[in-house]
């Protein structure tokens, strides 16, 4: 007997809300995918290897759920609709529990996260055989898995936009996780509500129930995210927090105790007020006080301002560029009364200018020259900050110095990262510059810490006076600086050197930290 038109309604409005919860799985599948592997990689770092790993578990996972849908039989709605209270649930308190883990008992989070990617991955494999099985009675089969997989697919694609333009500037990990929880439950709600009879009237108010509650449990995490982002950070730092902010590249941390000011970026630390001036001079001084000529300086990094702090010194020669990619750093420099008094406003001084960009690419598209060029980058902890440490940068860096230009850049520690210092020298020494030299210093904060300056001509960088007050760098630290003992002399053979296609330092950086952790 044919279809009735009321037949046929009901049947379109079956499909289209089945199609809604085939995309909304899609997208929340690829957002619980992306926020652990980034969570993870703030945490333990090294981005490449979390997400690989990550990505890997999560499709192999996806892969036993596929396998495992074949299991279920009879009525596939009930199951579905269990199975996505559960999913939003999990998702929904994923990146939540993986701070707590990490608070808490950090040497278990490289256990506990595989085993949460794993769960979420075996569920959301079961998901699409199950939508597929359950469209199999309105399209024939050919239709039924270009449907589920087109719609799936697209829903993949809003996902990969929604995170890095929306979802982390926004909401932050933490928060994000929470809403797509809720929305994941979402598709519980639309299948209780639009197959109420498949479900049955006992089994309806029971899950019913069950999304109540798990919804209203995500609520709450996410009415209580701030207090509970600020209590789970407090607890990672010995020090009061007194500022913090997620921006789209990074944590930004601020600590106090005493007069003693800490900033963290993600959780590393990258300056104590009391001895930060030991680490600004080194690395300002000696390239400065090489340089013929200091009428233009770049300042690649050194958004805090203390780099240029140290530059202004040398005014009313010194122009000053400074290039940073996260606006909230120097917001936070120019706007924190404390920030503000330890770089003494050098960010609004009338001859500085800031960018925010990548410091490879402001490099590769800048045709102006400078007479000193300064590196006060982040430790290279991942394949993006390597890069910047790569010899086709130093290179670039070469290119834009002016006949008699200098470049330095820090260069991590001697000590503790042995290996990565030596092949940071070594790459700049493979680079263009005529003149290349290690030097050190001690930062009670840091202990022994590195580097590289180079030069287009030869002279005896020991041998320099500097010509401003320091607090620190007088003649015979200077002389120090440029003599290294014996345990931290490179060894041989060489470490190799660092380019884009190889990034060699990385693994060395990464190797050296692990073994003092």
């Known amino acids: 007997m044919p279809n009735t038109g009321e037949d046929l309604a009901t049947s379109r409005r079956d499909v289209f809300v089945l199609v809604v919860a085939i995309f909304i799985a899609g997208v929340c599948s690829i957002v619980y995918e992306l926020l652990i592997s980034t969570v993870s990689s703030?945490?333990?770092?090294?981005?490449?290897?979390?997400?690989?790993?990550?990505?890997?578990?999560?499709?192999?996972?996806?892969?036993?759920?596929?396998?495992?849908?074949?299991?279920?039989k009879g009525?596939?709605?009930?199951?579905?609709?269990?199975?996505?209270?559960?999913?939003?649930?999990?998702?929904?308190?994923s990146v939540p529990f993986l701070y707590t883990c990490y608070a808490l008992r950090p040497e278990a989070y490289p256990v506990l996260m595989p085993l949460l990617v794993l769960l979420i991955g075996v569920l959301i494999g079961v998901e699409i055989p199950l939508l597929a099985r359950i469209?199999?009675?309105?399209?024939?089969?050919?239709?039924?898995?270009?449907?589920?997989?087109?719609?799936?697919?697209?829903?993949?694609?809003?996902?990969?936009?929604?995170?890095?333009?929306?979802?982390?500037?926004?909401?932050?990990?933490?928060?994000?996780?929470?809403?797509?929880?809720?929305?994941?439950m979402g598709i519980g709600f639309i299948m209780l509500w639009r197959f109420s009879d498949s479900v049955?009237?006992?089994?309806?108010?029971?899950?019913?129930?069950?999304?109540?509650?798990?919804?209203?449990?995500?609520?709450?995490?996410?009415?209580?995210?701030?207090?509970?982002?600020?209590?789970?950070?407090?607890?990672?730092?010995?020090?009061?927090v007194i500022f913090q902010k997620r921006t789209p590249y990074q944590q930004l941390v601020l600590t106090k105790y005493r007069d003693d000011l800490n900033f963290f970026i993600n959780g590393n630390l990258q300056f104590s007020s009391r001895d930060e001036y030991r680490y600004h001079e080194a690395l300002v001084h000696i390239p400065m006080a090489a340089a013929r000529r200091r009428e233009n300086v770049l300042v690649l990094g050194g958004g805090d301002g203390l780099a240029v702090r140290e530059i202004l010194k040398y005014k009313p020669s010194a122009f000053v560029t400074v290039v940073?990619?996260?606006?909230?750093?120097?917001?936070?420099?120019?706007?924190?009364?404390?920030?503000?008094?330890?770089?003494?406003?050098?960010?609004?001084?009338?001859?500085?200018?800031?960018?925010?960009?990548d410091a490879y690419m402001f490099l590769e598209s800048r045709e102006s020259l400078y007479d000193v060029i300064l590196a006060d980058l982040p430790d290279p902890n991942n394949?993006?900050?390597?890069?910047?440490?790569?010899?086709?940068?130093?290179?670039?860096?070469?290119?834009?110095?002016t006949r008699r230009g200098v470049f330095a850049t820090q260069s991590t520690s001697p000590y503790y990262a042995k290996n990565a210092f030596w092949c940071i020298y070594e790459t700049v020494r493979a680079s263009r510059f005529e003149n290349v030299v290690p030097y050190h210093v001690f930062v009670p904060s840091f202990g022994d810490w590195g580097f590289v300056v180079a030069s287009k001509d030869r002279f005896d960088?020991?041998?320099?006076?500097?010509?401003?007050?320091?607090?620190?760098?007088?003649?015979?630290?200077?002389?120090?600086c440029f003599q290294f003992e014996k345990d931290i002399i490179a060894g041989e053979p060489a470490p190799r050197t660092n380019t884009l296609d190889d990034p060699q330092l990385l693994h060395y950086y990464l190797e050296s930290w692990r073994n003092w952790r």
């Open 42 to 72: 703030y945490f333990l770092g090294d981005t490449i290897k979390q997400f690989s790993i990550i990505i890997g578990m999560y499709m192999a996972a996806m892969g036993l759920g596929a396998y495992l849908s074949r299991l279920l």
């Open 75 to 93: 009525d596939l709605i009930p199951f579905f609709i269990k199975m996505e209270i559960a999913l939003g649930f999990i998702g929904g308190v």
């Open 135 to 184: 469209l199999d009675k309105y399209y024939v089969l050919k239709i039924n898995i270009s449907t589920v997989l087109s719609v799936d697919y697209v829903g993949a694609l809003v996902a990969t936009i929604l995170f890095p333009f929306i979802l982390l500037p926004l909401l932050g990990t933490f928060r994000s996780s929470l809403v797509f929880g809720v929305l994941n």
């Open 200 to 240: 049955g009237a006992k089994y309806h108010r029971r899950y019913l129930l069950y999304s109540i509650v798990s919804v209203l449990m995500l609520l709450i995490l996410l009415l209580s995210a701030q207090p509970l982002i600020r209590v789970w950070s407090q607890s990672l730092y010995e020090d009061q």
């Open 324 to 357: 940073d990619l996260d606006p909230e750093v120097v917001a936070l420099a120019r706007r924190n009364p404390l920030m503000r008094e330890l770089n003494e406003a050098s960010l609004d001084h009338p001859q500085v200018m800031v960018f925010h960009t």
């Open 383 to 401: 394949v993006s900050l390597a890069r910047l440490y790569s010899r086709e940068f130093y290179d670039l860096a070469f290119s834009r110095l």
């Open 461 to 480: 960088y020991a041998a320099l006076e500097i010509p401003v007050p320091t607090q620190f760098l007088g003649r015979n630290a200077l002389k120090r």
